[in-house]
């Protein structure tokens, strides 16, 4: 019988913003703020996966500076993605006439291709930051989202190649290739979980801590553009499905990183930081988990 209350942490999608996971991560270990269960969304499926394989957050903060500075990482095209900084350059024809360029080469890229990053360049950025090794043989239970766009249902990892898991979860339809997996077309989670605060209650935590990493969705300029319209809806949808999942968290943290855009790592120590703060502000908050489950253990042992 089940005696300790079990706390999850659920690690939602962002891409580079994922990197304020680590933060957290090091606050609730420094802290000992029970992590029983772990669950991530694409970059938060990476994070969570890769902190429970190295079993702390120094060693993840390393690994995921290895992972950054590897030649497969500096490759990829993450640099024609993003969008210029707030210290860059922000006036004149050039700067308009790059974002333009920028813009023209996603749309007319996804048009004539699958992905803009191939299959064997996001397979190489996951197989040489993860271990081929299973879900089941982690220290504690763990689950990454993605989604089947054939079938249209979700896909909870909780057992078979971590690797695989990652990749599914990681597979932003459009720039990461999908992942094909027993007649299954996988895609990233964010789109059906983008915060999987579910899965880990499947998973048996009583009490979910939920990270929120997502970018708010502020006005836009032009809205006389059909592709702007579909894009601003497709961001709307997805804001109302997150904060239906967040209801349902018992603690919700929000590091302050919307202004970074998600193919943005180059302020990978700010993103980083970021979470370390946002887990210190809510440090009174976290420990009131940790009493409940002092509680949950006394009156659970009691019943027995």
């Known amino acids: 019988m089940k005696k300790m209350l079990q706390v999850g942490v659920a690690l939602g999608g962002g891409a580079a913003r994922g990197l304020a996971h680590i933060g957290v991560l090091e606050v609730l270990e420094q802290a000992q703020i029970p992590m029983d269960v772990i669950t991530g969304t694409s970059m938060g499926a990476l994070v969570g996966g890769l902190y429970l394989v190295e079993g702390s957050a120094s060693r993840l903060i390393e690994r995921m500076r ?87 249902k979700e896909v909870v990892w909780t057992k078979g190649s971590l690797r695989q898991a990652v990749l599914a979860s990681s597979a932003i339809p459009g720039f990461f290739p999908p992942v094909k997996d027993r007649g299954r077309l996988l895609v990233d989670g964010n789109w059906t979980s983008p915060i999987p605060v579910r899965p880990a209650r499947r998973l048996g935590a009583d009490a979910v801590i939920a990270v929120d990493i997502s970018r708010d969705a502020e006005r836009q300029q032009d809205y006389q553009r059909g592709v702007n319209l579909i894009l601003r809806a497709n961001l709307l949808l997805t804001a109302a499905l997150r904060e239906m999942q967040l209801e349902e968290a018992d603690l919700v943290l929000r590091p302050e990183v919307g202004h970074i855009h998600w193919a943005d790592f180059g302020p990978a120590e700010e993103l980083v930081d970021s979470g370390r703060k946002v887990a210190r502000s809510h440090l009174d908050k976290l420990r009131r988990v940790t009493r409940k489950r002092k509680v949950w253990t006394i009156f659970r042992g009691r019943a027995a």
């Open 66 to 152: 290895q992972f950054l500075a590897s030649k497969a990482f500096q490759s990829a095209p993450f640099e024609r993605l993003r969008e210029r900084r707030n210290n860059e350059e922000n006036s004149g024809f050039f700067s308009a006439a790059t974002a333009a360029i920028r813009k023209g080469f996603l749309y007319s890229y996804s048009l004539r291709r699958q992905s803009i990053i191939s299959e064997e360049v996001f397979s190489q950025l996951i197989n040489q930051t993860l271990p081929d090794i299973r879900i089941q043989d982690l220290p504690r239970p763990f689950a990454a989202v993605s989604l089947d766009v054939i079938s249209g």
